[in-house]
């Protein structure tokens, strides 16, 4: 045993030298939301979304600070009430005394992030990162299939990676893919750097309609946003409990915070 002391600094430091603060988006907010750095920790509960249910898990099984991707302060907030789920959990995490911090676009823009671990799920070689910026990290990665498959081998290889039980997919290409690009959640924005890319399929989530139109030998696969991103928790799980071996680090193990049903 030691009685070495942490603080909620040490374990945002830990995260923050993976994922810099630095290199999140404009629009978002990642890093601390609830909580002062100076607070002491001595468990920490992670998971995708900071939920109302999140909260009340941590408070039951001890854990005195929360990580997780998605930022539970993502707009401006006018009014904090429990009629709210984003209320009503701050309420929550500041009467607990629990700190919450999140690491959003900071971890999506690392290879070894969000982006980098769906393609390991897709056992993708050559991987690099598919919009880089000035100093080579940046959104989404692009990489190499083991062997060509068919559009129809594509669809059942991804449904078996990600776990799904539906795809939506633009029209199937008659050629072989190859190359697949890919960016966790909302990544329709990468679609012109995917084709760019050279890549025959590109994987994110959150494609709109008119997106699915491509045409040629390109193809589009929408995974899902929770799908796509859920393995940043198992990714700062490890890095938290390498960093810190002395105190309890847990996954939640009872909440799926993912707001998309399918039957």
Request: glycine share 8%; hydrophobic share 45%; net charge negative.
């Amino acid at each position: 045993m030691t009685d070495e002391k942490y603080t909620v600094f040490d374990v945002a430091s830990a995260i923050e030298a993976f994922a810099p603060l630095s290199r999140q988006e404009k629009w978002d907010n990642c890093g601390l939301q609830v909580g002062s750095p100076s607070a002491p920790v001595h468990s920490v509960l992670l998971g995708l979304d900071c939920t109302p249910e999140l909260v009340d898990e941590a408070v039951s099984v001890g854990a005195d600070m929360i990580v997780t991707h998605h930022p539970l302060i993502f707009g401006g907030l006018k009014k904090v009430t429990p009629e709210d789920s984003v209320g009503l959990a701050l309420i929550k995490a500041v009467k607990a005394g629990i700190s919450i911090y999140s690491a959003h676009t900071s971890a999506d823009k690392v290879l070894a992030g969000v982006s980098g671990a769906m393609a390991v799920r897709l056992s993708l070689r050559n991987v690099q990162v598919l919009d880089p910026e000035q100093d080579g990290q940046g959104l989404g990665a692009v990489g190499d299939l083991p062997f060509p498959v068919t559009a129809a081998e594509a669809v059942e290889m991804v449904r078996k990676a990600f776990n799904l039980k539906v795809v939506r997919t633009s029209r199937p290409i008659d050629g072989m893919i190859s190359r697949v690009a890919v960016c966790g959640g909302s990544g329709s924005s990468l679609i012109p750097k995917a084709i760019a890319s050279g890549a025959q399929l590109y994987l994110c989530g959150d494609i709109s309609y008119h997106h699915f139109f491509t045409g040629g030998d390109f193809m589009l696969m929408d995974v899902g946003h929770y799908e796509s991103e859920i393995d940043i928790v198992n990714i700062l799980f490890s890095l938290i409990k390498k960093n810190f071996p002395t105190f309890a680090v847990r996954i939640t193990e009872n909440i799926y915070s993912n707001p998309i049903f399918y039957f």
